[in-house]
């Protein structure tokens, strides 16, 4: 117990963080774009460990500790939603679920109040952990599966904290401006369709 506590205060050698909204939306696009029913899109036990087992491959190590963020709308969300959970608990998953807030906006046409359910901390979450662990000495590598502009900050922090950063996304969601970083960046697209190119890897820049 003693061991595994001094672990968690020192930090794990290659965390991975991954935004599930994000992750799912993905997954979504790749069926409508190839028309594809393959089984990595299936969110069950075999598929989760065969897909980040495939990302483990092509960045050459496994991960200590992972987690994944999401938000769901109420009781009834999380009902219909524990079942992928479960899923990615068995698959060693630590979960970090918020919920969904109410965000009022105006239209421009016609001055009317329009309220759009959005995913309430999210990012923050997803961001603070990113920081914490980069915080950690014996944290050698961060992987962060998403594709947002809101986390250039987190990730530059810890670029200036010397560790290794590298981001898992689509490539039509991925920010211009996170391809800008010192990172090594995986394209998740090859794996749902193999006419197109091999993952690119792409070295940190000099």
Not at 169 to 179: E, G, I
């Amino acid at each position: 117990m003693n061991q595994r506590k001094n672990k968690e205060k020192s930090g794990f050698k290659n965390v991975l963080l991954v935004d599930g909204a994000y992750l799912k939306y993905g997954f979504k696009e790749m069926k409508n774009r190839f028309d594809t029913d393959s089984k990595l899109l299936r969110f069950d036990k075999q598929a989760i460990a065969s897909f980040f087992d495939q990302i483990a491959l092509t960045l050459g190590h496994d991960f200590d500790r992972k987690y994944f963020f999401d938000a769901c709308e109420g009781f009834t969300s999380w009902a219909i939603q524990s079942k992928e959970f479960e899923q990615l608990i068995k698959n060693g998953f630590k979960l970090d679920v918020r919920e969904f807030k109410v965000k009022s906006s105006k239209c421009q046409q016609c001055d009317a109040r329009i309220n759009q359910k959005v995913q309430a901390e999210v990012d923050v979450a997803i961001a603070t952990k990113l920081i914490d662990s980069s915080l950690q000495e014996g944290t050698e590598t961060i992987t962060l599966l998403a594709g947002d502009r809101d986390f250039y900050d987190s990730i530059q922090y810890a670029l200036r904290r010397c560790k290794s950063v590298e981001i898992v996304a689509f490539r039509a969601s991925l920010s211009h401006k996170l391809k800008q970083l010192k990172c090594k960046i995986v394209l998740l697209d090859p794996l749902f369709d193999p006419k197109i190119a091999p993952i690119a890897v792409a070295p940190p820049s000099q």
